[in-house]
């Protein structure tokens, strides 16, 4: 024991207090004369620092588990945010590229000149069914070329239909978005599946998008606009 302690009660000021004794104890001995009583016992004091040692590792032991160290805890540093790579800009050159055969896909078969008007193909167009009805759908930008919707008015659309046929025409629109020549863009539906009330057709505009309506003959349903 030290001081009436046991060792797992020693704090750090204890050892070095006790430290501190030792070395005081051992400079007052180098000191004596010959007839002065004799030192302790030297394997008594052996003793006594290897219990000194154990009692440090013992404290620095039960410092680490209770989480304390010398230096204060620091959060480690947030990662820094990564920054999106910039998207390469595109030359003039390109982008006419890319436009050109953007409207290659939607529109691939050249203006005709035909009875002194130029006139280009409607190619795309969407279809949907019902047991009485089959609508045909034409969206000018999506299915013509985009920026093609500001051309088309309701004055310019012709929709003729017959038994087993429908034609729609938009009159006077641009060849392309960057032309200056006007041609009539048509959409010819022959045979249509099946037969239809042509004096019952109807159709309308709304931003750009073409619907008409066809009424069928007979109830039933269609598995597409045209026979093969």
């Not at 060849?175 to 159709?203: F, Q």
Request: include cysteine; charge should be negative.
């Amino acid at each position: 024991m030290f001081g009436g302690k046991k060792l797992k009660d020693l704090t750090e000021e204890d050892i070095r207090n006790y430290a501190a004794s030792l070395v005081s104890a051992t400079s007052m001995h180098g000191g004596l004369e010959a007839d002065e009583p004799e030192r302790p016992d030297p394997s008594a004091e052996v003793a006594q620092r290897q219990q000194l040692a154990q009692a440090i590792a013992q404290n620095a032991k039960d410092g680490d588990a209770s989480g304390y160290t010398d230096a204060p805890d620091r959060e480690a540093p947030p990662e820094a945010p990564v920054a999106a790579l910039p998207e390469p800009e595109l030359s003039a050159e390109e982008q006419a590229r890319l436009q050109v055969l953007a409207e290659l896909d939607r529109s691939q078969m050249p203006a005709v000149k035909k009875d002194g008007n130029i006139q280009k193909t409607i190619e795309h167009y969407t279809f949907a069914d019902s047991q009485s009805s089959a609508t045909i759908t034409v969206e000018a930008d999506k299915d013509l070329y985009e920026g093609a919707a500001e051309h088309v008015k309701e004055e310019q659309i012709e929709v003729l239909s017959k038994d087993k046929e429908l034609v729609v025409i938009l009159h006077g629109v641009p060849t392309t978005k960057a032309a200056n020549t006007y041609a009539d863009w048509t959409l010819r539906l022959a045979p249509l599946c099946h037969s239809v009330e042509s004096e019952r057709t109807s159709w309308k505009l709304r931003k750009g998008k073409i619907s008409v309506k066809l009424t069928k003959k007979k109830l039933q349903d269609w598995k597409r606009s045209v026979q093969i």
